[in-house]
């Protein structure tokens, strides 16, 4: 039994080394690529933390570079329609009474400028550390602490209730095709990007414009997180104020079927 089973070993552990030996060299040559990456890594560094380098491009970054781009093209826009606006004035063949019915509808797009008693709104994030100031309510989530989409959409949808003549968000004025939309807590308004805190100016009967906000089922859920968690919310009289004119595209892009 003893040289039947020495057979079969003796004849199989020559093939076992020879298999072997192939998987022992790609072993040695992977801590080999390891051992160079991370040198590599080190000699990069130079004792620097190469994950938060300044020099690599942050998101973040690029969002607000062409945030700022964005806002710079608008204001050049507004700029050059000012000036083919005043050139067709010269002499564009039409009437007094078309020149005054066109200057009704550029007030009610919101592409002119609207002075007139006005009110602002600021919302704003929680502190980090708050905690819930009233019994009975949970300790927040960091959900509770910032202004979300519908906080702003509120706001904006109260004051158009309350007759708003026209609406600033920010820097901007709100036109029909406007949409508030939120990136977390990071407002993303007609291509520009906008963190807390964030202020919603309207021009109209301030007392019927404070009324409406008071009235509004959103806001009024709203409140109970500013009283409970100190979401922030201010509102002020601004006296006579002036909103700019819309000074983006009013084109309208939409889907064609294909042929």
């Keep these: 039994m003893s040289n039947s089973a ?6 199989s552990s020559p093939v076992r080394r ?15 690529l390891a051992g160079l990456i991370f040198f590599t890594s080190f000699d990069t560094a130079k004792g620097t933390n190469i994950r938060t380098d300044s020099s690599l491009l942050k998101l973040s970054d690029l969002i607000h570079e062409r945030s700022r781009e964005n806002g710079v093209l608008e204001e050049s826009n507004g700029a ?6 005043s050139l067709a004035e010269r002499d564009d063949g039409r009437t007094k009474s078309e020149d005054d019915k066109l200057a009704a509808l550029e007030e009610k797009a919101g592409t002119q400028k609207l002075t007139g008693e006005a009110i602002t709104v600021t919302l704003d994030d929680a502190p980090p550390d708050a905690t819930a100031k009233l019994p009975g309510y949970p300790e927040p989530q960091p959900d509770y602490l910032v202004i979300h989409q519908q906080d702003l959409q509120a706001v ?9 003549e026209g609406i600033k968000v920010m820097d901007q004025r709100l036109i029909s095709t406007s ?3 939120c990136v977390g807590n990071t407002l993303i308004l007609q291509g520009r990007v906008y963190s807390p805190p964030y202020k919603i100016q309207a ?5 019927r414009l404070k009324k409406a906000l008071a009235k509004s089922p959103a806001i009024q859920n709203y409140m109970v997180y ?7 919310w201010k509102v002020e ?11 983006g595209t009013a084109d309208l892009h939409y889907a064609q079927p294909v042929d």
């Design 6 to 11: 020495d057979s079969p070993g003796t004849g």
């Design 18 to 32: 020879r298999r072997f030996r192939p998987l022992r060299v790609l072993t040695a040559a992977v801590f080999a």
């Design 80 to 85: 050059l329609r000012e000036d083919v606006e």
């Design 156 to 164: 904006v949808n109260a004051l158009w209730q309350g007759g708003a």
């Design 179 to 181: 949409a508030v939309r």
């Design 203 to 207: 021009v109209g009967d301030p007392e």
């Design 226 to 232: 500013v009283n409970v968690y100190g979401l922030g």
């Design 237 to 247: 009289d601004d006296g006579r104020a002036t909103l700019p004119g819309y000074s």
